[in-house]
């Protein structure tokens, strides 16, 4: 008789659970999101993700959408591209997420761009600059420019600004952001008549650079171009340093990071990098942003944390005009972007889902950032 009772009570538990979830199911929109949370590039990934939360709880407590909640599901990829992939596996066949926010870094949306495409699921990542990201198909966008652009920036201002004629380069040949950074740069910088008189290459992991640095020290080169990310071009520009080499480094978006300086320590100062954004600006939209979020987080947002939360406002945006919330309207809403005005500029998606916006240039001075011109389209 206990037995059955028992019985009984566990299968109306068990039933009134999962109406219940399925009653809040319908009330939310999953969105799911996939980032470096860890691991050599862990400021990427949480600084996007704060960012995206920032906007998303602004629109939670405002209400939401026609009275839906959007949850974020947020899955860790370590920096690693296999793990992006079952993260996005995951996401879709698991957590059935309508629409994805991510990666950051282009090997890895390179590796979850094309499971999206393959479930009909829009991705939209927030800073992926490498053109093959959204070649993968028309459910994958973008919200920022890409690096043939950004390669014209660095390439005219070592040419234009810093009057160098002869660089070196050293590339991560495992990235596919600093391999077509540094093939797109050399294309500018080659056609303006300068030349690039060595050209090497590390893998992101790497924590000796000197055999590279000691080559270039001998070519007399009046710049390096260091197209990575921060935790080696911190280490790069340290030996590099250490060697005697003086001639600024440049790169690209991939220094972004309070952590650069903390690893490079004095040795990057008078070197450039082009970037997506700058805290300086005097836009009311930026000052805005960057008191919300100094309010919440307690520090000055980065290029990542800008992007992320533009790339949420603009999914949001796509939500609000979205036919329905099923993936293919969501896609053909995004789409549809045009002339959004966001944290880091102008947003409209091109035909081939990319924004075309404008870069700034960053000088590195006493471990800070210092806005130095910016470079429209
Ligand atoms: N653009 C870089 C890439 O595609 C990622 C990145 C964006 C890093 C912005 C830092 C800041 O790999």
Redesign the pocket.
């Known amino acids: 008789m206990k037995k059955v009772n028992f019985l009984l009570l566990s299968t109306l538990l068990i039933f009134s659970l999962t109406s219940c979830t399925k009653k809040t199911d319908q009330n939310v929109i999953k969105v799911g999101e996939y980032g470096s949370l860890t691991g050599s590039e862990a400021t990427?990934g949480t600084s996007t993700h704060n960012g995206i939360m920032l906007a998303i709880d602004e629109l939670n407590s405002a209400g939401g959408i026609a009275g839906k909640k959007i949850k974020v599901i947020t899955v860790d990829d370590q920096g690693k591209p296999e793990e992006a992939a079952s993260a996005v596996t995951k996401l879709i066949t698991s957590d059935k997420v309508a629409v994805i926010l991510g990666e950051?870094?282009?090997s890895r949306s390179l590796a979850g761009a094309p499971i999206a495409q393959r479930y009909k699921i829009p991705m939209v990542s927030p800073?992926?600059?490498?053109p093959k990201v959204t070649q993968v198909g028309n459910y994958i966008f973008r919200t920022c420019f890409i690096d043939p652009f950004q390669g014209k920036v660095m390439a005219n201002f070592a040419k234009n600004t810093l009057k160098a004629k002869k660089v070196a380069i050293l590339r991560d040949v495992k990235s596919d952001?600093s391999v077509g950074l540094a093939e797109f740069f050399t294309k500018t910088f080659t056609d303006g008549g300068g030349k690039v008189v060595v050209d090497l290459s590390y893998t992101a992991g790497d924590i000796d650079f000197k055999a590279q640095l000691t080559t270039i020290r001998s070519k007399g080169v009046e710049a390096i171009f260091v197209p990575g990310?921060y935790t080696e071009v911190g280490l790069i520009a340290r030996q590099a340093k250490e060697l005697g080499v003086s001639v600024p480094l440049l790169g690209g978006?991939?220094w972004?990071s309070a952590r650069l300086t903390e690893i490079a320590g004095n040795s990057l100062d008078n070197s450039y990098f082009s970037n997506?954004y700058t805290a300086e600006s005097k836009d009311p939209r930026v000052a805005e942003f960057v008191e919300k979020y100094k309010k919440v987080f307690g520090q000055v947002p980065d290029?990542?944390a800008a992007?992320g939360y533009d790339a949420a406002l603009v999914l949001i945006d796509a939500l609000k005009r979205a036919k329905t919330l099923t993936p293919d309207d969501i896609r053909d809403a995004l789409a549809a972007t045009k002339n959004f005005q966001a944290v880091t500029g102008v947003i409209s998606f091109n035909d081939n889902r990319d924004a075309e916006k404008a870069a700034v240039v960053l000088a590195v001075k006493n471990g800070q950032f210092k806005f130095v011109e910016t470079v429209n389209p």
């Open positions: 990427f950051v870094a282009s800073s992926s600059t490498n952001y990310y978006d991939g972004d997506h290029g990542l992007m």
